[in-house]
């Protein structure tokens, strides 16, 4: 398949999230929540991948892999551990690591909120709080204030329709949103508050309440990242699959649009851009889901590699701003599927570009195996492995298979060790500039 190249300036990256990958968030709600009797989460994140010690190799896997970008979430937990009281340890520590970024030649690209919120914040009204918004806008001012500056891409909230998209497809059973509302309880009881929340355990009662609020939240992040820095593109990431009909399922196709993305897309419209996580391939037919052949991922949906392209083209066509790949993979223990899904599905999202699909860049889900929240270290998304005693990392050949339809793109040589070698990205206006190295 031949294309006409992908824009100057494409973004190639994998993401990561602070509670998945860091370890010992300990003054996070998820915590608390791993740690509360009943608990929804299999097992507790513990020391995760130990990221937070471990930043400056895991960068250097990154730069290794000849990618330009590397999203990363910032803990506003370990920033603002106790309402009031701001860690200047925190802020230093993510300083350094967005500067580490740029010395490997990486755009960074910070999310403000992955999910995890400070335990004072879900003991307190969490999202839904009268204050939320400008809580949370306080601490997108102080990270701005101390790095803003020198970041690529801002996403404030990573998938506030997750919920909506897990319950509309059924994803978790009855039992499993029984033990939620008990967990949540329990912990409302334990920190002593008339409620508890966290970003991706809501019950299902509450999505309506908890969509409101999280568009406001999303709103005063926008407004203040904004005004630290205009030039800085700003957006809202969401999980999306790729919904496609047979005769007859057109409805049902529509149906489920509505009501899991169409809200958040519209809302985009006043972005600069719409981040997209997509990992699956959803068929409507006129009785409901169908399954078509073939191998099936982790997920238990059909594995196509071409969904992506057919998410970014929905969330494109309903939004109307460009496109940024936030998310994308495939849970599988099984890496030979990893390794020939993410070539292919990266094929086609070219050819999408080429259909007049405005995409900024691609980042991979995930860099290494990590802590996959309720489903706990069961679940294997990323492109190294993680010895779960020792902390090492080793690539699996889908890291391999990654880097070369990189520099097949970008156009880069390859040094002595086989990785490709990135040109450093230069950080101005708050986008990525195409260098040198790049077709």
Known sequence: MTHTGLPDGFLWGVATAGHQNEGDNRASDTWFLEHTTPSLFREPSGPACRGYEQWETDLDLVAGLGLNAFRFSVEWARVEPERGAVSAEALDH??????????????????????????????????????????????????????GDRIAYAVTLNEPNLEQLLQAGAKLPAEAEALKARMLAAAA????????????????????????????????AREAIRASRGDLPVGVS??????????????????????????WLREARDDDFIGVQNYERIVHGPDGEVTPDGELNGMGTVIEPGSLAGAARYAHEVAGVPVLVTEHGIQTADDTQRAAFVPAAIEALAAEIDAGTPVLGYCHWTLMDNFEWIFGYGAQLGLHEVDRE?????????????????RSHRGTPADHGGRAVPGPPAVTGGATTACSARP
């Open 94 to 147: 993510y300083e350094r690591k967005v500067d580490g970024c740029l010395a490997r030649g990486l755009a960074p690209l910070v999310t403000f909120s992955h999910f995890t919120a400070p335990h004072w914040f879900a003991a307190d009204g969490s999202w839904t709080g009268t204050d939320a918004p400008g809580r949370f806008a306080d601490q997108c001012d102080r990270v701005m204030a101390r790095f």
């Open 189 to 220: 009881r334990a920190a002593g508050s008339d409620g508890y929340a966290s970003a991706n355990v809501i019950p299902a009662d509450r999505q309506d309440e908890f969509q409101e609020a999280f568009t406001r939240a999303h709103r005063a």
């Open 238 to 263: 969401i999980a999306i699959a790729d919904e496609v009909a047979v005769p007859g399922g057109e409805r049902r196709r529509d149906a489920k649009r509505a009501a899991v993305y169409d809200h």
């Open 390 to 406: 020792t902390f090492e990392r080793r690539p699996k050949p889908s890291a391999k298979a990654y880097a070369d339809v990189v």
